[in-house]
């Protein structure tokens, strides 16, 4: 027969302590003197004690859980290497804690109404955002909610009210397309990310600034959603509006690998023709045809810097628990944000 669950009485008469003392040391709260705590926490090692997690709650009023929100169509959700950079990411950034991962997938057709009771709610202590749109709403949900949150991706309110982890993504498409313009490119392409979404106007702007920079007129630009399938729209209309580009940089490697498509179709050799850089180096372009030149876009070590924030922001983390752990270098660090540095990845495509 198994042995039955120690209970928090047991802790108490191992420890030598009241039964509300050993409480209190478990649930972090005042009130208990160093002694106690060293006595309780050893009776706890001594017989294998694990907390009530709905008890504790209600002490602590914390459920110990924080929401990682994707506002996004699930078959995207679970097709795009950019989402499960993101669980990677926050699993690295928990693995050492008891806190608990919820999933929201927040679909376009979703009530608005229906996703803010449950931010509101009580059922999570705070959440994580990522690849949200302006549209979707949950910047004002979140301000209105209290609830504490993260963004992955720089919101559009620039007030600081909301705190975001993100990398340099003008600095990006400007290197992007300044590693074109010093291949001797003059007639530059850019597939651009959703205009409703941050990635997608800053990486269109860096290209835009190093085209104008190096005085050249800027190429056709056309907007997808980050997919292949629409990047390779894209990439049609790019060059039935002008056949003669020498250069494309899109804003994702899924939509680089939908130009790459087009550009063979239509006898396009890549890069002797045309030259393609992209953005985001997370796996896919490495095995492109031809290999993919990339901006890194860190999605997981922006996340492991995203929770670490939201830990520290909960009290879960102590100010010098808050970075442990993490590669500061180039890193830049304001009062609500933190940004990541851009690298470029040569390969063959360009």
């Known amino acids: 027969m198994n042995n039955p669950m120690p209970t928090l009485e ?3 008469a191992e420890a030598g302590v009241s ?6 040391a478990i649930n972090g709260g005042s009130r208990v003197s160093p002694q106690a705590q060293a006595a309780v926490e050893q009776a706890i090692a001594r017989l294998g004690y694990t907390p009530n997690r709905a008890a504790r709650s209600l002490v602590t009023r914390r459920t110990e859980s924080i929401g990682l929100i994707f506002p996004e169509p699930d078959v995207r959700v679970l097709s795009d290497p950019f989402f499960g950079s993101v669980i990677r990411g926050l699993n690295a950034a928990l ?3 008891d806190i608990q991962l919820v999933l929201i997938i927040a679909q ?3 009530s608005l109404g229906r996703i803010e009771r449950y931010l509101t ?5 705070g959440a994580i955002v990522v690849s949200h749109h302006y549209k979707d709403q949950l910047e004002e949900i979140i301000l209105k909610s209290r609830l504490p949150a993260v963004f992955v991706g720089r919101p559009s309110s620039t007030d600081g009210a909301l705190h975001m982890v993100d990398v340099d993504n003008v600095a990006g498409g400007r290197v992007a397309t300044e590693h074109l313009i010093a291949r001797g490119r003059t007639k530059i392409a850019h597939i651009s990310g959703p205009s409703d979404m941050a990635a997608g106007q800053d990486r269109r702007d860096g290209w835009l600034q190093a085209v104008q920079a190096a005085g050249l007129t800027p190429g056709p630009c056309h907007e997808a ?5 629409m990047g390779a729209q894209a990439m049609e209309q790019i060059l039935s509006e002008d056949p003669d580009i020498d250069a494309v940089f899109a804003g994702s490697d899924l939509m680089a690998l939908g130009a790459l498509r087009v550009l063979e179709q239509n006898g396009k050799r ?4 045309v030259s393609v850089v992209g953005y985001d180096d997370l796996g896919v372009a490495e095995t492109a045809v031809p290999p993919l030149t990339t901006v890194i876009n860190p999605v997981a070590e922006m996340t492991r810097w995203a929770t670490a924030e939201l830990l520290f922001r909960l009290g879960y983390l102590s100010e010098a628990e808050r970075f442990s752990g993490l590669a500061t270098e180039g890193v830049e660090t304001r009062p609500n944000a933190i940004i990541l540095p851009t690298v470029l990845v040569e390969r063959a495509s360009s």
């Open 19 to 24: 039964r509300s003392t050993a409480s209190r």
């Open 95 to 97: 693995k050492d804690t």
């Open 121 to 125: 709610n009580g059922h999570i202590d």
């Open 108 to 110: 376009p057709e979703d």
């Open 270 to 273: 890549v890069p002797e023709d």
């Open 10 to 12: 047991e802790v108490a």
């Open 225 to 229: 959603d980050f997919t292949t399938s």
